[in-house]
Nanobody
Framework: QVQLIESGGGVVQAGGSLRLSCAASGGTFSQSTMAWFRQAPGKEREFVAAMWRGTGRTYYADSVKDRFTISRDNGKNMMYLQMAMLKPEDTALYSC???????????????????WGRGTQVTVSS
């Protein structure tokens, strides 16, 4: 059974940094697309970043481009999200997701992913 567990969230001041981790188990993920999404209170879940299966090419939401970096370690079944220059509007529950069959045009839609973690809370104070 596939399991995703996020860690690394916390409270940080605006301008600070955090590194989120996602530990995957119960499968082989090297050929899967892995992504981070976030959901703020009262808002819909939104795409943050993804690493495409096979090529490892990365994609980002415009709101986090040049501030966040997604990476993965296939040997350890781990995925990371390095977040810098954090803003109060980055406050949200961050979740990792895995999808093995999604197509490129669906990459930014949460419905395209097969497995999800429960999330880790990131709070950025002003």
């Amino acid at each position: 059974q596939v399991q995703l567990i996020e860690s690394g969230g916390g409270v940080v001041q605006a301008g600070g940094s955090l590194r989120l981790s996602c530990a995957a188990s119960g499968g082989t993920f090297s050929q899967s697309t892995m992504a981070w999404f976030r959901q703020a209170p009262g808002k819909e879940r939104e795409f943050v970043a993804a690493m495409w299966r096979g090529t490892g090419r990365t994609y980002y939401a415009d709101s986090v481009k040049d501030r966040f970096t997604i990476s993965r370690d296939n040997g350890k079944n781990m995925m990371y999200l390095q977040m810098a220059m954090l803003k109060p509007e980055d406050t949200a529950l961050y979740s990792c997701a895995v999808g093995s069959r999604l197509i490129m045009s669906s990459m930014r839609r949460d419905t395209a992913y097969d497995y999800w973690g429960r999330g880790t809370q990131v709070t950025v104070s002003s």
